[in-house]
């Protein structure tokens, strides 16, 4: 397994691509957050994946887009 031990964060996840790549990551032994403008689109894929994963809601395209890493380290709550 590639990236176990690691924490991936992937945008984007409601489309093909971005839900694809968090799942290969997923497989591969990676803690996964995956967001996506669309939260209920997020849940729906990090509820698919086989390991860890948490959704969040977040807009990359606003002007200040919020910072995911807080949320992406392993011990967060």
Do not use: N, Y
Not at 28 to 41: H, L, Y
């Amino acid at each position: 397994m590639l990236l176990t031990e690691k924490v991936v964060i992937v945008t984007g996840v409601g489309g093909g691509l971005g839900a694809g790549i968090a799942a290969v990551c997923s497989r591969e032994g990676a803690q996964v957050v995956v967001a996506d403008i669309r939260e209920e689109a997020a849940r729906t894929v990090a509820e698919s994946l086989p390991g860890d994963a948490l959704a969040v809601h977040c807009d990359v395209g606003s002007a200040a887009p919020p910072s995911l890493a807080p949320i992406s380290s392993p011990t967060a709550g």
